[in-house]
């Protein structure tokens, strides 16, 4: 059985304005807030359900951390982006609205694969939510390092 992403922890500076933005622009949920001797944590979660697991979904798919000491993230690594799957076109296009909404700028891109949104958090992490297109009669099985702008009024076409 291949791997599959399990969870995301990201250290940041501020967890009361990650969490918001999160549960906000992704639509994920605080499963629960812990702290611990050194850190606060926040783990949301989609809410999904795991094949053959729980009802409920997984406990958390990202795991927010802040230094109890107020201190800033440490350079840990390099992370490009994370990415978010969802259900299909109409689904991607509500994600944007929102992202707009909130005053999030937004980078549409088609990766004949995929159609994504780009976009950053508060704290400048490059974020990607896209929708799956292998199967649909433009897309392609293969990406080939192809990528180019979509446009909204495509995606609002597709979306219906």
Do not use: N
Request: proline residues 5%.
């Amino acid at each position: 059985m291949p791997a599959r992403l399990g969870h995301l922890r990201l250290d940041v500076a501020d967890l009361d304005r990650q969490t918001e933005f999160y549960t906000r622009a992704l639509g994920l949920t605080v499963r629960e807030r812990a702290t611990d001797e050194t850190s606060h944590y926040a783990f949301l979660t989609d809410a999904q359900p795991i094949p053959g697991g729980a009802d409920d979904g997984m406990h958390h798919r990202l795991v927010l951390r802040q230094a109890r000491d107020g201190s800033a993230p440490g350079p840990t690594g390099r992370l490009d982006h994370f990415a978010w799957e969802v259900d299909d076109e109409a689904e991607l296009l509500r994600v944007v609205e929102r992202l707009r909404e909130m005053g999030v700028e937004t980078d549409l891109q088609e990766a004949q694969i995929a159609w994504q949104c780009y976009f950053q958090d508060p704290e400048g992490t490059k974020l990607e939510v896209y929708c799956d297109r292998r199967t649909c009669p433009d897309g392609a099985p293969l990406w080939r390092g192809r990528q180019e702008a979509l446009g909204e009024d495509r995606l609002r076409d597709a979306a219906g």
